[in-house]
């Protein structure tokens, strides 16, 4: 069994968010949370049960993940910055964690995850 099994979602985009949960499932993990803006995703975090989070940076309405990465941070619970773009589209505190580069494929979510619990471990 993984050992970063519960995975936190933020996605906007409903169709990318359910591809996720899909792989997750594949990959024997458990979808602990979706959500598509910061509020959201900051209020699935109030409670436990969230191992590890993979991060949209770009959000809707302009929105991006810096908050939810910084609480991340404060809980010690690691994640992933899913992205389109660019590395410089990464805010300097963040710029040393772990990438996920859309478009997503099955296998570059499952070495995203096991190299995220490597480097938790």
Same mark, same amino acid.
């Given at each position: 069994m993984p050992a970063l099994r @519960? /995975?936190?979602i933020v996605e906007d985009e409903p169709l990318i968010s359910m591809m996720l949960e899909d792989f997750l499932d594949a990959l024997d993990r458990e979808v602990a949370g979706t959500a598509d803006n910061v509020a959201a995703a900051l209020a699935q975090l109030e409670g436990d049960g969230v191992d590890a989070a993979i991060l949209d940076v770009n959000l809707r309405a302009g929105e991006q993940s810096w908050p939810i990465a910084a609480r991340l941070r404060e809980k010690g619970i690691p994640f992933i910055l899913a992205t389109g773009g660019a590395g410089d589209m /990464?805010?300097?505190?963040? @710029?040393?964690s772990p990438i996920l580069s859309k478009p997503f494929t099955m296998d570059g979510v499952e070495k995203a995850l096991d190299g995220l619990a490597q480097r938790a471990g």
């Open positions: @519960r /995975i936190l /990464i805010a300097e505190p963040y @710029r040393d």
